[in-house]
């Protein structure tokens, strides 16, 4: 099949997505809406993939260039004529794609599409509605998120929850060693600094808890525009130089970190099946996660990790504190989290299932 993948981006996930498509088999063709602001990913597109230069691509989508940019999207189709077309988030790319009148179209939320950018305003409500009643089919990696598309309008027969998953020969456990053997205790969190994440909260909690411990550090991988505030929480609260920064990592270099750690912590306001966490847990390393519904899908209490109050610091540091006097049972946190990336978040399976809906897609399409 012709494959137009349409995105916002460039990303880690963009690039797992394009090189399952190509590798299934499917010539894809790759249009970006805005482009990167911020470099998050190393590695060149994947091979025997077509990027295609329209008038987006440059600049953050704008309401006022919906219609514009819908317009040069329908030059692009008739040009490509793609048997299906993967879009996603909704409101701007899955948007752009109904609205240009080709179908099939399937529409893949991000998680804070449905978590967050819904509730922006009536333009981003409008979109939701408008763009999950037309689509072909739906895809998203958490059940909360799949439960909201139906509520929007979406045919619940024509869904699949699908979680992005990792590769679990990349992330895994570190052979030979027992984290109960280190010294000294280390958080860890690879979220992007923006408000949704939540890093503040952790910023807040980590003062409370390591002016008080000597033995506690945080690295912190990524960067974003709370960077001065994150610092700035550091620097009152005395601790900054328990605090390392590694900035933007590779994904070939990212077991190292998670290996580093003995908690990995995510006080992510918004999300759907947090890739991240998937990691972690693929790495065999405990997890303390916001109790937004979607972590709630993948950590449980006291078997696999803990979870706190969403934007209660004091209650993460309680948490972190709790880890802490555990020490004992990290290995067997860790090890559980292994067992259910191993059930549920194995990429490689998960990709040919998205391969699946393809080819169901296509044969509902050619009736």
């Known amino acids: 099949?012709?494959?137009?993948?349409?995105?916002?981006?460039?990303?880690?996930?963009?690039?797992?997505?394009?090189?399952?498509?190509?590798?299934?088999?499917?010539?894809?063709?790759?249009?970006?809406?805005?482009?990167?602001?911020?470099?998050?990913?190393?590695?060149?597109?994947?091979?025997?993939?077509?990027?295609?230069?329209?008038?987006?691509?440059?600049?953050?989508?704008?309401?006022?260039?919906?219609?514009?940019?819908?317009?040069?999207?329908?030059?692009?189709?008739?040009?490509?004529?793609?048997?299906?077309?993967?879009?996603?988030?909704?409101?701007?790319?899955?948007?752009?794609?109904?609205?240009?009148?080709?179908?099939?179209?399937?529409?893949?939320?991000?998680?804070?599409?449905?978590?967050?950018?819904?509730?922006?305003?009536?333009?981003?409500?409008?979109?939701?509605?408008?763009?999950?009643?037309?689509?072909?089919?739906?895809?998203?990696d958490a059940n909360v998120t799949r439960d909201k598309a139906v509520v929007y309008g979406m045919d619940p027969k024509r869904t699949m929850v699908f979680p992005w998953g990792v590769d679990l020969e990349h992330f895994r456990t570190k052979h030979g060693e027992d984290r109960r053997q280190k010294e000294g205790f280390t958080l860890f969190c690879n979220r992007s600094?923006?408000?949704?994440?939540?890093?503040?909260?952790?910023?807040?909690?980590?003062?409370?808890?390591a002016q008080n411990r000597d033995d506690l550090r945080l690295i912190l991988l990524n960067g974003g525009s709370q960077s001065a505030k994150l610092r700035q929480i550091f620097q009152r609260g005395g601790v900054e130089e328990y605090v390392a920064y590694g900035g933007q990592i590779s994904q070939n270099d990212l077991p190292y970190w998670y290996h580093q750690a003995d908690l990995y912590i995510s006080p992510s306001h918004v999300d759907g099946s947090s890739v991240s966490l998937l990691e972690a847990l693929a790495c065999g390393l405990p997890c303390l996660v916001s109790d937004i519904p979607a972590n709630k899908e993948w950590v449980i209490e006291n078997v696999n990790g803990w979870l706190f109050k969403d934007g209660d610091a004091e209650q993460l540091a309680e948490k972190i504190l709790t880890a802490l006097n555990q020490r004992e049972r990290l290995f067997e946190l860790g090890q559980a989290g292994r067992r259910s990336a191993e059930k549920r978040a194995d990429w490689k399976k998960n990709a040919e299932a998205l391969m699946n809906v393809y080819r169901e897609i296509h044969l509902a399409s050619a009736k």
């Open 1 to 140: 099949m012709r494959i137009l993948y349409f995105s916002l981006g460039y990303s880690t996930h963009d690039y797992r997505f394009l090189k399952a498509i190509s590798d299934g088999g499917h010539e894809v063709f790759f249009v970006q809406l805005e482009g990167n602001q911020r470099q998050v990913e190393s590695r060149l597109v994947p091979e025997n993939v077509n990027q295609v230069i329209w008038q987006g691509g440059r600049e953050p989508f704008r309401w006022s260039t919906l219609f514009s940019l819908t317009r040069d999207f329908k030059r692009l189709v008739k040009e490509i004529q793609p048997d299906l077309i993967h879009a996603g988030p909704i409101q701007t790319c899955a948007c752009i794609a109904i609205l240009s009148g080709f179908r099939p179209v399937l529409t893949m939320s991000w998680g804070f599409d449905l978590m967050d950018d819904v509730h922006k305003g009536w333009p981003w409500a409008w979109a939701t509605k408008y763009t999950l009643s037309r689509s072909s089919f739906f895809i998203s």
């Open 193 to 209: 600094w923006e408000e949704r994440y939540g890093v503040d909260v952790l910023a807040r909690a980590f003062v409370q808890v």
